[in-house]
Antibody
């Protein structure tokens, strides 16, 4: 069974950074892309970017290019997203998701709440 | 960027109804569209991939159709467990983009 386990809720102060993790079991992340998606309170889903863990190549949505940094550690089958220069509108649930053999976004993590507050 | 426009924004329906919702892409995305169901407090769950393929375990009352710029998700026989927000996603080109969602509620 494929599972994506995300790290716990984060509370960050404005101007600081947080690093979220997404540990995958049952699937080798070298063989897939890892996507990150956010959902602001009461709002819809927004694609942040994706990483190819096999080579570290990343693609970001324009608005997240200076906000998010995606990395992956294939030895631990874990992907990470660092959010920098936190602002109040970064308060959101952040999901990780991986592609399947031939289909995107097959498997999702449970989501992690990031709250930015002083 | 490809804009995915969903309609209606929300709808009320009754058990047993046939429900149809739309997703229109601002440019041709082929069949690179998925439909996702999100219930309150849960992660999105994919129902349909490649525009018209039902995921394993998804009831056959859910049907996806369309290609190019116009896509439809149909629930043939609304059930009590189907209220949720439904999102379309295009994965034809980066950045991937979601529609704003259709909120489906029971009367």
């Amino acid at each position: 069974e494929v599972q994506l386990q995300q790290s716990g809720a984060e509370l960050g102060k404005p101007g600081t950074s947080v690093k979220l993790s997404c540990k995958v079991s049952g699937y080798n992340i070298r063989n897939t892309y890892m996507h990150w998606v956010n959902q602001r309170p009461g709002k819809g889903l927004e694609w942040i970017g994706r990483i190819d863990p096999a080579n570290g190549n990343t693609i970001y949505a324009e608005k997240f290019k200076s906000k998010a940094t995606l990395t992956a550690d294939t030895s631990s089958n874990t992907a990470y997203m660092q959010l920098s220069q936190l602002k109040s509108d970064d308060t959101a649930i952040y999901f990780c998701a991986i592609d399947g053999v031939a289909t995107p976004f097959d498997y999702w993590g449970q989501g992690v709440m990031v709250t930015v507050s002083s | 960027n490809t804009v995915m426009t969903q309609s209606p924004t929300s709808m009320f329906t009754s058990v047993g109804d046939r429900v149809t919702m739309s997703c229109k892409a601002s440019q041709n995305v082929g069949i690179n569209v998925g439909w996702y169901q999100q219930k309150t407090g849960q992660s999105p769950k994919r129902l349909i991939y490649w525009a018209s393929n039902r995921d394993t375990g998804v009831p056959d009352r859910f049907t996806g159709s369309g290609s190019g710029t116009d896509f439809t998700l149909t629930i043939s026989n609304m059930q009590a467990e189907d209220p949720a927000i439904y999102y379309c996603l295009q994965h034809n080109s980066y950045p991937y983009t979601f529609g704003a969602g259709t909120k489906l509620e029971l009367k």
